[in-house]
């Protein structure tokens, strides 16, 4: 058996000397989580993969950052790669990437230039037929990781590999480096990457009653979530009144507000706990707002909802 080379070098080499990891003490990288990144879709619900962008679109969307304080997922002081914007996200993605005839990735260089081997570099191109191109990587795509498997390992048990390189937010050389470390004995290695998301969306659509509204202003008002979001924290940060005196008190919170109808894409929300289905038994298209959590494992699409229910009349039936 003949191995090639070990990887496809990069044809363009884009060097930026001003990279500079930013800085935030309690960093957001997306609107709904902390941390650099996260993974989406656990339940296997929805392909992650509906939400990738383009290499282009990943290179402009790509930044490192540094936490100042420890948090859960990561430690202080270590660059990351995180989204530049709240559209978008970064996400996780692992895959088992045979090296007979080499990986067929070309990466290019985003970042680099710093005495610390600091930088970033993606995935430019993923060669036809490639090991990587099997495996499942995709241009914009940038490595974080490569661990070596035991000779008994089994891809998605689970298991902790004992060797792992990290190479996240690395500039070229430094990647490479990574990548060459790897003995010629080893047949696959595992590969952890860094995959930018777009955010999915809700389109949320609230109807007032109309007796609410004045003579020829719509009952109607039409805004934008983000899949993750808590239908009631977010219809308030919108600016929604909920307050609704004709409906009873809610046991848990003393509020009245919180009763809402579902009139369509009802699938895109949170099942109910044992909680609200007994107390929605009753009301079978209703929902409880604060227990509500639209865009369901990172599903997207379209939501339709009716607020202040006591005071729909009898004939625009709640
Ligand atoms: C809900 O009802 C309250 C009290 O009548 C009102 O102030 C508020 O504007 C209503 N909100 C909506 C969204 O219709
Ligand atoms: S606000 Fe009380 S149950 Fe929702």
């Known amino acids: 058996m003949v191995r090639l080379t070990l990887l496809v070098l990069a044809a ?3 060097a930026s000397s001003s990279f500079t990891p930013r800085v935030f003490s309690h960093r957001r990288s997306s609107p709904l989580f902390e941390g650099g990144s996260m993974k989406v879709a656990d339940a296997g619900v929805v392909d992650a993969n509906v939400y990738n962008v383009n ?7 790509l930044t490192a950052s540094v936490q100042v304080e420890k948090s859960a997922v990561r430690a ?21 990437v045979s090296r007979d005839g080499g990986l067929g990735l070309e990466l290019l260089e985003l970042a680099g230039g710093r005495d610390d081997g600091f930088g970033i570099t993606i995935v430019e191109n993923v060669v036809k037929g490639s090991n990587a191109e099997k495996a499942g990587i995709l241009a914009g795509d940038s490595i974080a990781s490569v661990g070596i498997p035991s000779p008994s390992f089994v891809f998605g048990s689970g298991e902790i590999l004992a060797d792992v390189r990290d190479c996240e937010c690395r500039d070229f050389d430094a990647t490479i480096a990574v990548l060459s470390s790897i003995p010629e004995d080893v047949d ?17 659509r609230v109807e007032y009653p109309p007796s609410q509204c004045a003579e020829g202003v719509s009952n109607v008002k039409d805004i934008e979530l983000f899949a993750g979001e808590n239908l009631q924290r977010a ?20 509020k009245n507000s919180c009763v809402v109808s579902v009139y369509g894409g009802r699938k895109l929300l949170n099942p109910m706990g044992l909680t609200e289905e007994k107390l929605m038994e009753r009301n079978p298209r209703c929902r409880l707002s604060c227990k509500t959590t639209v865009g369901y494992n990172m599903a997207e699409g379209d939501v339709n909802v ?13």
């Open 76 to 96: 202080p002081g270590v660059p990351f790669l995180d989204s530049k914007s709240k559209d978008y996200f970064v996400d996780d993605e692992t895959f088992l």
């Open 235 to 254: 219809m308030l940060n919108r600016g929604i009144i909920l307050d609704d005196p004709g409906q009873g008190k809610c046991d848990f919170c003393g």
């Open 306 to 318: 009716r607020v202040n229910l006591s005071q729909w009349s009898s004939k625009e039936e709640k």
């Open 188 to 204: 696959c290695i595992v590969v952890n990457l860094k995959r930018v998301r777009r955010w999915p969306k809700i389109q949320l």
């Open 55 to 61: 290499l282009e679109k990943a290179a402009a969307t």
């Open 12 to 14: 363009t080499f884009v």
